[in-house]
């Protein structure tokens, strides 16, 4: 079992994380409808309806008032005139006019007083409406105070929600010995194996693929490394096998496992002790750097005669008639070394070749290592055996030196981050997928293994926890692996909107198609200039090397958006990703029916379940992805955590409001602590935390509390006086 890395993943850092795609989730809910401003309500007045009632109502109580005030009325002038007729007496006339008199005036100072009454109750009506409408004014400016607040935040918010990215990367967890895909058309690898080439271009880290599909897969990878300014080396097997220096550089033992592991690929496994046997001991006869057509001729000798000198044998007239004797005398004391020769000599044919053209050539960044379309299934079996043998090796290479008494030599780390994909890994046998994994988590080297079928090396790696299980489009309905989804959402209670399928990816995927794998110059663009007249220079001048430093995500955006099919579709659908606002109906995602066996034969050609311990979460290996607005090298949990992440660059999102003042800020050169002002933590107190350096405060950046009453702290105080401009 693959064991998991932890030193070279604890040293990694940020810049080398490995990209499987872009998830698209929505971190910050939409704001709402903006806040309306309150509006004043109606101002109420004294009407002139309610005036008139009372007014009515005064009359008809007052009536009988005016009534008997005329009654008086009347007898106070009608007893004169009789006393001027002569008919009463003046005496009683004038009693008779008192009498009225007296009687009239609490008559008449009750109406007066009525009166009153009423101005009174109308001036009390006007002052209660004009309190209450005092009232209310106050109440609207607090409540459009209010409304300017939230109004504010409304639209923070509203700009943060519309700013925000919108696709987050999906990286390897640290921890991770390897990556498994299962399922998958030719389509959504070449789109995964450039997504990861992308990770590694930006660091300058180094790739080295091996395509054992036949179809080109790696076929934008070389296009985007070319843009980059960098060279990839690529040998198809067989015709580039003397080219190629894999596997003849290693010493007698790890040879004699890879031609072993070679000859088993054949179907002879039960043997492949004895052949690793029957090889170590020529190489140790011939030299461990002879190369395969000597080893050939040895095995050749153990099927001649010692006295035939087979002149007329190319293969023995590679060795002096001294070796030959010395490897019959080694090689030939078992009886059944003949048979074992003589189908070891047929195995081992097709790669007497290896490395005899072979030159010096430099470092190479990007490595690719594919298989010929024409040569078949067996053929690719053999040659991705050979390929993969010799890199596990490669990968178990210790440090030269005598080893540590009492234990292992260390392995060799490089500098550069280093990652091994394998495509069509199907076809290897069981042990050899066994072998890349385990010396990949001892070696500190990322491994992705790419299955097309769900073998059962494959299914058993989709439980294991130091492997990254990613499930893609599966060819056939496969419960085995529907059960190991079904297990990962159960035990982790994910979020369904982490199984959510972007339109965007229904329609990329899609449009693309097979034109990705296809062979330079049949895709109906005329053919590759590139490959009949290879320029030593980019479009942009830049010199093409074998390796180069690393890339700003910018220029890796433009490189992508420019060099890829993948960049070009993706800019042409970019308005199916263009955000909508929170008021709009138009639904941007549909929710996968489910993640049974049918529903995972359904999944378009980019989507990827990626089974992570939180669950499995939708992923889109699209590259093209990175050249949208909405996109960030960041992941969604960088973003829920911002302290965790900071080194990652982001190609559009919102800006970092940076640290709130009752957070603690880190200083960017140690990330130290550093308590904010006014903090009563120190260094020596009871609050102290443990571990964590804390930085002593100056002067400048923390308030002294016993100032001297003339001394002001700075930026205090009134502003100075403005000049005047007349003087």
């Not at 010096?360 to 024409?374: E, L, N, P, W």
């Not at 409001?657 to 107190?685: K, V, W, Y």
């Not at 405060?697 to 006086?721: I, Q, W």
Request: charged share 25%.
């Amino acid at each position: 079992m693959p064991k998991a890395r932890s030193s070279a993943n604890a040293a990694r850092g940020e810049t080398g994380r490995t990209y499987l795609g872009w998830r698209h989730r929505i971190l910050l809910p939409p704001p709402g409808p903006a806040p309306r401003r309150p509006a004043p309500s109606d101002a109420r007045t004294v009407s002139e309806e309610w005036i008139a009632g009372q007014r009515d109502s005064e009359a008809q109580t007052n009536r009988p008032l005016y009534f008997a005030l005329a009654g008086l009325v009347l007898p106070a002038f009608l007893c004169p005139a009789l006393w001027l007729m002569r008919v009463l007496p003046g005496s009683l006339a004038m009693g008779g006019v008192l009498a009225c008199a007296a009687i009239a005036a609490p008559v008449a100072f009750a109406l007066v007083q009525s009166r009153q009454v009423i101005v009174e109750r109308l001036e009390r009506a006007e002052e209660r409406l004009a309190a209450e409408r005092a009232e209310r004014e106050r109440i609207l400016r607090e409540r459009q105070r209010e409304h300017a607040t939230r109004y504010t935040e409304w639209q923070a918010a509203s700009r943060a929600y519309e700013a925000q990215p919108r696709w987050y990367g999906m990286t390897v967890p640290v921890g991770t010995s390897a990556v498994i895909v299962v399922g998958g058309a030719d389509t959504g690898w070449s789109a995964l194996l450039t997504t990861i080439g992308v990770s590694r271009l930006r660091e300058g880290g180094d790739l080295t693929v091996v395509d054992l599909t036949g179809h080109g897969v790696a076929r934008e990878l070389v296009r985007l490394a070319r843009r980059c300014a960098v060279e990839p080396r690529r040998w198809v097997l067989p015709a580039d096998l003397p080219r190629m220096t894999l596997g003849t550089n290693l010493d007698a033992g790890q040879r004699a496992r890879i031609l072993s592991a070679v000859a088993a690929a054949t179907g002879r496994a039960e043997d492949v002790d004895a052949d690793e046997t029957l090889l170590l001991r020529l190489l140790e006869v011939l030299g461990q750097d002879v190369d395969i057509a000597r080893l050939i001729g040895g095995l050749r000798a153990l099927l001649t005669p010692a006295d035939d000198e087979a002149e007329d044998d190319p293969a023995l007239a590679l060795l002096t008639a001294d070796e030959r004797t010395r490897v019959r005398e080694r090689c030939a004391d078992d009886p059944r070394v003949r048979a074992r020769a003589w189908a070891l000599e047929e195995r081992l044919s097709p790669f007497e070749a290896v490395g005899t053209r072979a030159d010096d050539a430099a470092y190479a960044q990007v490595k690719i290592i594919s298989t010929d379309r024409a040569s078949g299934a067996a053929a690719a079996r053999v040659y991705g055996t050979y390929a993969v043998a010799a890199l596990s090796e490669l990968l178990e290479t210790r440090e030269p030196g005598p080893a540590v008494p009492g234990g292992r030599a260390p392995r060799v780390r490089p500098d550069r981050i280093r990652t091994v994909v394998v495509c069509g890994a199907e076809i290897l046998p069981p042990e050899e997928v066994e072998q890349v994994l385990n010396a990949a988590g001892d070696g500190g080297v990322e491994v992705v293994l790419m299955f097309r079928q769900a073998v059962p090396a494959a299914v058993r790696h989709l439980s294991d926890p130091s492997c990254l299980p990613v499930v893609m489009r599966q060819p056939e309905r496969n419960e085995r692996v529907a059960r190991v989804v079904a297990e990962t959402i159960a035990g982790s209670g994910s979020d369904r909107e982490d199984l959510e399928i972007h339109r965007l990816t229904e329609v990329i995927g899609e449009a693309v198609g097979d034109s990705v794998t296809e062979p330079d110059g049949d895709d109906g663009n005329g053919p590759d200039e590139e490959l009949l007249f290879p320029s030593p220079h980019t479009e942009s001048g830049a010199l093409i090397r074998n390796a180069a430093a690393a890339i700003s995500p910018l220029d890796l955006v433009r490189h992508v958006r420019s060099a890829t099919a993948w960049g070009r579709a993706t800019a042409q659908a970019a308005e199916i990703d263009t955000p909508i606002t929170w008021t709009e109906e138009e639904e941007t995602t549909a929710r996968i029916s489910g993640l049974d066996a049918e529903s995972l034969r359904e999944l378009p050609p980019t989507a990827a379940l990626v089974l992570t311990s939180a669950g499995p979460v939708l992923t889109d290996t699209n590259p093209g992805i990175l050249t949208l607005s909405t996109a960030t090298l960041a992941t969604a949990e960088d973003h829920r955590n911002p302290g965790v992440g900071r080194g990652v660059g982001q190609v559009e999102g919102p800006e970092d409001p940076g640290p709130r003042a009752e957070e603690p800020r880190r200083s960017p050169a140690d990330g130290s602590r550093i308590e904010p002002p006014g903090d009563s933590l120190r260094s020596d107190g009871p609050g102290a935390v443990p571990g964590v350096e804390n930085i002593p405060k100056s002067p400048e950046s923390v308030t002294d509390d016993g100032l001297g009453p003339t001394r002001v702290p700075p930026n205090l105080g009134p502003p100075p006086e403005r000049l005047d401009w007349r003087v």
